[in-house]
């Protein structure tokens, strides 16, 4: 048995919430448009659960770094399955490397036998945390993960990674850090009574100062822009048309 | 004022050190002994950077790698790191090995492909580094500050890296035109035996259990000039097949699919615009193509707002008749 499984899961815009970047190019426009659990973290949580449920995990510990509303995120993971819930409460904005810090704090006092990510958040789309995580803890990484078999009496897990070209096997050492491709399982949906039961499930509040870590960027943001319009192209009547222009106007065949 | 004096004269130091001394290292992707093209393309962003460029090529056999590299153009000089626990390119010791050549040799930056293999082992190493790496770079603006996509493509960052140490970024490959292949004369040596070492001692917490490739005669999919994707529309596998392979092989074109498709058992996962609606998450991959050509049956579908030239029908029917338009131009 792993043991506990820690997640680590992150508030985002929607996946579906249309992306505005603000006039000033500041950032992205987040005022009054739904903010979802990252898609990739759902996953992780999803996978988590059903180590559980399989009697592959103990417990199942989720965690998540932000403001005070990350607190709605961690309770739609419980409701998902997770067992309680730990936030690093924060206004400021945390980078990669300083939440992959506060994550090992985490998984110091915590002392799980896995730790499951998303492969990347879909708004940063950095795909950096949980590499960072497995180097300061010192463990293995699984990376891109589609399918994951615990082999929890020979103290390992066997992952398949989604790589260019194809897949990948690899047999890591627990503990280990895995991250979630989208193909690793498709998430359950939290049922009301599950949601109402999330509600009594502990939630701990912990900031980054209490865990030691400094959070301040390492990055700065000049500015955000949308990028460059395609300008509008034209509906043709026929295949013939289609490659005339190709060949004569766009001159790519 | 007196306060303001210690801070300016290191802003200087560093804008010195900028200057005169920039250096490179780009780490190789190389597979069975071939150099892959994206570190021709993180090459190409290494150039840019202005200081000289050395590539590590690391892996159970370098040799050939790292005569590719030697041979690439505005290459100063390669590094081989070769040991049986390098086969595969695992993360563990590739990224110990990355943090004590950075830490000995000191360069200014280190850049990787952003592919699934450097996206593995760079922010593996820049956290061993303490560094806050920059991932899938699209432009470099100078030595601390880079343009990449956010929000799946649908915002561009200008981020600068502040305070010291090396800049470390992953290069997406297809922002960058490839470095040419001749014209260097880069000579190879390898690490120190105290770097090697660094990576053996990283080794054996994961080990690789097997691979599945896809074998394909087409170019790969990262790579290739023309991309004839398929969406759910196309219906089956066997569709695949026979509607888009006659366009690829008359095209030489890489086939694609939409993630609805690949969910559906049509495509292999790695293949990421024929009955394709344009959901953000698609357009993310695909809206940089020079030339985009939708045919969809629904005239509202949002791809032909992206499109370059749009056929408003059923794909079962016009896309017999673009091959025989293609089969017409190529006879």
Known sequence: MAGRVLVAVKRVLDYQARVRVKPDKSGVDLTNVKMSMNPFCEIAVEEATRLKEAKLAEEVVV??????????????????????????????????????????????????????????????????????????????????????????????????????????????????????????????????????????????????????????????????????????????????????????????? | MA??????????????????????????????????????????????????????????????????????????????????????????????????????????????????????????????LDVQAVADVAEVKDSSTFVRPIYAGNALATVKVLGEGPRMLTVRPTAFAAATAQGGNASAQPVSAEELQAARDAAGVSEWVAEDVRKSDRPELGQARVVISGGRALKSAENFHTYLDPLADKLGAAVGASRAAVDAGYAPNDLQAVGISGAIQHVAGMSSSKVIVAINSDADAPMFQLADYGLVGDLFQILPQLDAELAKLLK
């Not at chain 1, 890591?172 to 009301?192: C, I």
């Not at chain 2, 056999?61 to 100063?76: F, I, L, N």
């Not at chain 2, 563990?92 to 593995?120: C, D, I, M, W």
């Open chain 1, 63 to 253: 965690v998540s770094i932000g403001p005070k509303q990350a607190a709605e995120t961690l309770r739609t993971a419980m409701a998902m399955g997770a067992d309680r819930a730990v936030h690093v409460q924060t206004d400021e904005e945390v980078q990669p490397l300083a939440v992959a810090k506060l994550l090992a704090a985490v998984a110091r006092q915590e002392q799980p036998g896995l730790v499951l990510l998303g492969k990347q958040a879909i708004d940063d789309d950095s795909n950096q945390t949980g590499q960072m995580l497995s180097a300061l803890l010192g463990w293995p990484q699984a990376t891109f993960a589609s399918k994951l078999v615990l082999d929890a009496s020979a103290g390992k897990a066997t992952v398949t990674r989604e790589v260019d070209g194809g897949l990948e096997t690899l047999r890591v050492s627990l503990p280990a850090v895995v991250t979630a491709d989208l193909r690793l399982n498709e998430p359950r949906y939290a049922t009301l009574p599950n949601i109402m039961k999330a509600k009594k499930k502990p939630l701990a509040t912990t900031s980054p100062q209490e865990l030691g870590v400094d959070v301040s960027p390492r990055l700065q943001t000049l500015r955000v822009e949308e990028p460059a319009k395609r300008k509008g192209g034209v509906i043709l009547g026929s295949a013939a048309e289609l490659v005339d222009k190709l060949r004569n106007e766009a001159k790519v065949i």
């Open chain 2, 3 to 128: 306060l303001l004096k210690p801070a300016r004269r290191a802003a200087n130091a560093v804008a010195t050190i900028g200057l005169r001394s920039l250096s490179t290292l780009v780490l190789a992707e190389h597979k069975d002994g071939v150099l892959q093209p994206n570190t021709l393309h993180a090459l190409t962003a290494a150039k840019q950077l202005g200081g000289p460029v050395t590539v590590l090529v690391a892996g159970e056999s370098t040799t050939s790698a790292a005569e590719a590299a030697s041979k690439a153009d505005g290459v100063a000089g390669v590094l081989t790191a070769q040991d049986p626990c390098l086969a595969r390119s695992l993360a563990e010791p590739v990224a110990a090995l990355l943090q004590v050549v950075q830490s000995n040799r000191k360069y200014t930056h280190v850049l990787a492909p952003s592919s699934t293999f450097g996206r593995n082992v760079l922010p593996r190493a820049a956290a061993l």
